[in-house]
């Protein structure tokens, strides 16, 4: 056996761990705390306000209104153990596959699915040690940095329509989430064995109601990319607060945007 191929196998037996495994049920854990916060901003913004410490109904926000509290650096140093098992158990993924992957077509999407994840959260680890680091730092908002962005790349040549190629694929993707939600596709990933029947249904509910309401933010937030690719204005390009903010404006908007501050939570 060559040292490459024992150095493979050892990083497999690591990645099916129980430690990792646990590592993995953590971060999950992690990201729902954060949709928890992100949800109860937005149920503020809902009713006309916002956070009280001003803070965005977005990712960022969420910390920002973890560490304000008197708990909040020990919880956030949590949040960073579970952020990295999350972002190692979806790297190991996409570097030795799923159990379930499938044919060829269906294992490498899947790895790239897991890699981009990896990578995602393991960027969202960083800003989260950075907070702990620093629990006052400059602020700038998520809206002004997709704002900025957007306008980027609205000034290259062909760039309106990779906006608004950009904003039709979110949609597309938010149809597609909404879709899991509502065909309860989320299932097939739960061992519901030791669940009762009223549990089950609890989970059900929830998986539906989350993932159509996680589908919908994604589908107005693909809308105002591809608005602002035709109007030629970047200023119309929403992150996940703005995106809220706009929803909460629209006629019955405090209505809808409560049923999915709802959903998020």
Do not use: H
Request: with cysteine; aromatic share 6%; hydrophobic share 45%.
């Amino acid at each position: 056996m060559t040292p490459a191929s024992t150095a493979e196998q050892t990083a497999r037996r690591a990645a099916d761990s129980p430690w990792v495994d646990r590592l993995a049920r953590l971060g999950f854990c992690a990201r729902g705390l954060v949709y928890i916060v992100v949800g109860l901003i937005a149920l503020q913004i809902a009713g006309g306000g916002g956070s009280p410490s001003g803070d965005e109904a977005s990712k960022d926000g969420a910390l920002r209104e973890i560490v304000e509290r008197s708990y909040g650096r020990p919880l956030l140093a949590v949040l960073a153990v579970g952020l990295a098992g999350y972002a190692v158990w979806r790297a190991s993924e996409a570097a030795f596959g799923k159990r379930d992957e499938g044919d060829e077509r269906k294992r490498t999407a899947k790895r790239a699915g897991s890699a981009a994840k990896a990578v995602l959260y393991g960027a969202f680890l960083v800003s989260t040690l950075k907070l702990i680091a620093d629990p006052t730092p400059k602020r700038s908002g998520a809206d002004e940095q997709e704002s900025t962005a957007t306008a980027r790349l609205l000034e290259v040549s062909g760039g309106r329509l990779l906006v608004g190629a950009v904003g039709l694929a979110i949609i597309v993707g938010s149809g597609y989430v909404a879709y899991r939600g509502l065909a309860q596709k989320f299932n097939k990933r739960l061992d519901t064995s030791d669940m009762g029947r009223v549990e089950g249904k609890i989970i059900d509910v929830l998986g539906t109601v989350g993932m159509a309401a996680r589908g919908l933010v994604f589908a107005v937030a693909g809308f105002l990319l591809v608005k602002a690719a035709i109007d030629f204005n970047p200023e119309q390009a929403k992150g996940l607060d703005g995106t809220l903010k706009v929803m909460a404006q629209r006629t019955y908007g405090q209505l809808l945007l409560t049923v999915t501050s709802i959903g998020i939570i």
